[in-house]
Structure formats: C-alpha cells, structure tokens
C-alpha cells in the first residue's frame, strides 16, 4: 500500500530535549515537505527537499532542521524544542517537484505538545 | 499578502443538500495549480480535486466539483448531496508554477446535520 507514514503520532516533551519525528514514504517520490498546523493559521510549509542530500527553507523554517540522507526518509529534528512548536505535524511526498497535478499525500500527523 | 482566502470559517449544511465553498487566490504566475483537501476529525488530509490553470474544463471527482472562475481568481468546491461523513475541515490549497510548496487556506468547517 502505498503511504507515509510517521513516528511518533503523539508526542509530549518539555522544552529543550532534543527529538525527531520520523517521516517515511515507499512511492519513491522525489520531493518531500514538512508542514505545521496551528488553529487558523492553515498549514505552513517547513522544510522541502527536492531529492537526496536537496534541502530548502519553507516559510517557517526556524527552530527546526531536516535531511535527505535516503530517498524516502525525511526526518524532521527539533534541537531545543519551545512551547511555540506544540503544533500538529504533517509529512508530505509527490512524485514531481516541478508543479503540475501531482497531488501531494500527506502523513497522518505528528501531534507535538512542549510543556 | 494572502495568497489563497477562505471566507468562510464554518458552513451548515442538511443532508443530500449542495454546498459551495469559497476559495479565492492572488497570483501573477500564469501557471498554478489548485487543490482541496479534506481533513476528518481524525486529523489525515485526504486529497479530494485538482485544477490546473490552463484546464478548460471545471474538475470534477465523484461528488466533488470545482467551479473554476480564471477571471476572478476564485476555485469553489462544490460538494453534491451532502452526506454526514462529509463533515470535516476543507483546505483549499495553490502551488506556483516551479515553487516548491503548497500555500494553505485557513480553511472551512463544514457541518452536514441529519
């Protein structure tokens, strides 16, 4: 079945202890994004990569870092994890980085709670 | 600026009624792309329809229609005979030509009561 899949799907830390949310996908897709949710805000891009060893900034890329080392894992790493991160996360992978109509299928969500 | 608007943060509808839901967009690129997503409470993001900017015709997937007006810049899902598993959050989402993410709505919280 095709997917992508996240770890852990609930998350509660306190501020400072380094975690990662796993991010995996088995399309061979080429891109991969990282996304958060927060309540009226939408969903904000994080990180992408465009493929191995790719990486760019998305509009909200402070406090976090990424890496492509494989093709399908898109780890997302918080180093120092704040209160201002509790959001919901979301995973995503497509076949073409380059638009077009390649819908992007998203994780089911990483929920992050930093106390 | 926003980019993609989502007037409505909440919509009623009944059962096996039609239902519209705004989406307005601001770009100068002449190539984008425009997607809806659904949300369920259990919180996935569920692909629903795509529009491309140079598709002559409205999308459409099932139940699920896209009323594309290029002019206005407005993509409006429209969702026939509503049923109660159509309760959820919808984003209306774009992507730029030779950009590298999708740019959210705030989204809509549609209600289909009995």
Redesign the interface.
């Known amino acids: 079945e095709a997917q992508v899949t996240q770890n852990p799907r609930y998350l509660i830390t306190v501020t400072g202890k380094k975690l990662t949310v796993t991010c995996s996908q088995n399309m061979n897709h080429e891109y991969m994004s990282w996304y958060r949710q927060d309540p009226g805000l939408g969903l904000r891009q994080i990180y992408y990569s465009m493929n191995v060893e790719v990486t760019d900034k998305g509009d909200v890329p402070e406090g976090y870092k990424v890496s492509r080392k494989e093709k399908r894992n898109f780890p997302l790493i918080l180093e120092s994890p704040s209160p201002n991160q509790t959001s919901l996360y979301f995973c995503a992978s497509s076949l073409s980085p380059a638009g077009g109509s390649y819908e992007q299928y998203f994780g089911p969500g990483t929920r992050l709670t930093v106390t | 600026a926003q980019k993609?608007t989502q007037t409505q943060p909440g919509m009623f509808v009944q059962e096996k009624e039609a239902v519209t839901l705004d989406c307005t967009y601001d770009t100068s690129d002449p190539?984008?792309?425009l997607?809806w997503?659904k949300q369920p409470s259990s919180?996935?993001?569920i692909?629903l329809i795509?529009q491309?900017s140079y598709d002559q015709q409205n999308a459409t997937e099932g139940r699920y229609s896209l009323n594309f007006q290029k002019a206005r810049k407005s993509a409006n899902l429209v969702i026939s005979a509503s049923q109660l598993g159509d309760s959820a959050m919808y984003?209306c989402?774009m992507?730029?030509?030779?950009?590298?993410?999708?740019v959210?709505?705030?989204?809509t919280r549609l209600l289909v009561s009995p």
């Open positions: 993609i190539s984008y792309g997607f997503y919180g996935e993001m692909f795509y491309g984003f989402a992507r730029e030509n030779g950009f590298q993410k999708l959210f709505g705030t989204g």
